[in-house]
């Protein structure tokens, strides 16, 4: 594999609010750009709380992983923003349906507001299959 960087699209997944790319794939690495919760279909953030909206970010990410040759259980770090800490047992239980087993590394981290007032953001770094 090549270790030069190789941009992805994820035609699926909800489309980058500004000039960057879906995710990055460099050095067996697939560097994720963060998703916020919007549904594809619309292009609005979904309804519901944070546990809602961490399922969709989750599911777009999986998106772009696939886009990526790869899937979001092969991620190794993950990151969560989340504009309401109080919401973290909430995020925790949604994040957790994902990641049943052997879950990658995380950080999670209190922000003052996401883009187009979403409650919560995730990106990820998942590894390329051999």
Not at 37 to 48: A, C, I, K, M, Y
Not at 49 to 70: F, K
Not at 94 to 112: C, H, L, M, N, W
Not at 115 to 129: F, Q, R, S, Y
């Amino acid at each position: 594999m090549s270790h030069h960087r190789h941009a992805v699209t994820a035609p699926d997944a909800p489309k980058p609010a500004g000039p960057y790319s879906h995710a990055v794939q460099a050095g067996g690495l697939l560097f994720c750009s963060g998703q916020i919760p919007t549904d594809p279909s619309t292009g609005r953030l979904v309804e519901g709380g944070p546990g809602d909206q961490v399922t969709q970010c989750l599911e777009n990410l999986q998106t772009v992983a696939r886009a990526g040759g790869c899937e979001l259980a092969d991620a190794v770090r993950m990151t969560i923003y989340v504009t309401d800490m109080g919401a973290f047992g909430e995020v925790n239980e949604a994040y957790g349906s994902f990641f049943a087993a052997d879950p990658p590394a995380r950080v999670t981290i209190g922000v003052a507001a996401l883009p187009g007032g979403a409650d919560v953001e995730v990106d990820a770094v998942i590894a390329l299959p051999d």
